[in-house]
């Protein structure tokens, strides 16, 4: 169903994935943020049943183009350098979101972001940055805040799904961004699943599950139906 989208952050080539239904036209619009292991398969299905739901959907390249992080590199390796350097990081993902809103596909003025991983710090990172967002879904994300987001600046609401049994990112982080949202006076929503590790749906998962990270198929339907209840919420539904 969809198709690669080159674009640029300055001189770092980078390559996207665009999926929407045929010849349509400023549809509400999903940028989606992948995991450490960038424009994959998986991820790219994700777009496509965004598609076929009536959404335009991009999945924005991280690293850069046609480059497929993995086995034998470790995540925090890959995702290291966006994370110590959210300025950094913030750049590359407003990079995917200009692009994005150059489609024809994409209504700019509907337009909400998902991330996985990686991903969900980094729509967590738009949100700080005053992104033209109407929502975000953060995914088995990284929640901590180098930059914390300010009090009368978060414009987009928030939806944090996590695994209770997630070591990568703790109880006492989850009440540090409590702290900041309410600080903020953010509009903000936190689902926990349980017995979910990180990775609970799946994405960021590379080879088999392990001890930190793995599938939770209750969590993982469970997360995709509040996913979509919160995209009709923002976007107004296809």
């Known amino acids: 169903m969809g198709k690669r989208l080159a674009y640029l952050d300055q001189d770092q080539a980078l390559e996207g994935y665009l999926a929407a239904p045929a010849e349509a036209r400023r549809l509400p619009s999903v940028l989606v943020v992948p995991s450490w292991?960038?424009?994959?398969?998986?991820?790219?299905?994700?777009?496509?049943?965004?598609?076929?739901?009536?959404?335009?959907?991009?999945?924005?390249?991280?690293?850069?183009?046609?480059?497929?992080?993995?086995?034998?590199?470790?995540?925090?390796?890959?995702?290291?350098?966006?994370?110590?350097?959210?300025?950094?990081?913030?750049?590359?993902?407003?990079?995917?979101?200009?692009?994005?809103?150059?489609?024809s596909e994409c209504d700019p003025d509907r337009l909400a972001a998902v991330g996985y991983c990686v991903g969900g710090c980094g729509v967590l990172e738009l949100v700080r940055a005053r992104a033209p967002l109407r929502g975000v879904v953060s995914l088995h994300g990284i929640l901590t805040a180098s930059i914390p987001a300010q009090p009368h600046e978060v414009f987009a609401k928030i939806l944090v799904l996590h695994g209770d049994a997630d070591p990568l990112t703790t109880f006492e982080q989850l009440a540090g961004f409590r702290d900041e949202m309410r600080s903020a006076e953010a509009n903000w929503e936190l689902n926990i699943y349980g017995g979910a590790r990180h990775s609970f749906t799946g994405e960021g998962v590379a080879g088999q599950a392990g001890p930190e990270a793995g599938l939770h198929s209750q969590s993982e339907e469970r997360s995709w139906r509040a996913m979509l209840g919160f995209l009709a919420e923002v976007l107004g539904g296809p």
Do not use: H, Y
């Open 37 to 103: 292991l960038n424009v994959n398969d998986s991820i790219c299905r994700r777009a496509d049943r965004l598609a076929d739901l009536g959404f335009a959907a991009f999945v924005a390249d991280l690293f850069g183009a046609g480059v497929r992080p993995g086995p034998p590199q470790l995540p925090l390796e890959v995702v290291g350098p966006f994370l110590m350097d959210r300025r950094r990081f913030r750049k590359r993902l407003f990079a995917a979101v200009d692009a994005f809103r150059q489609q």
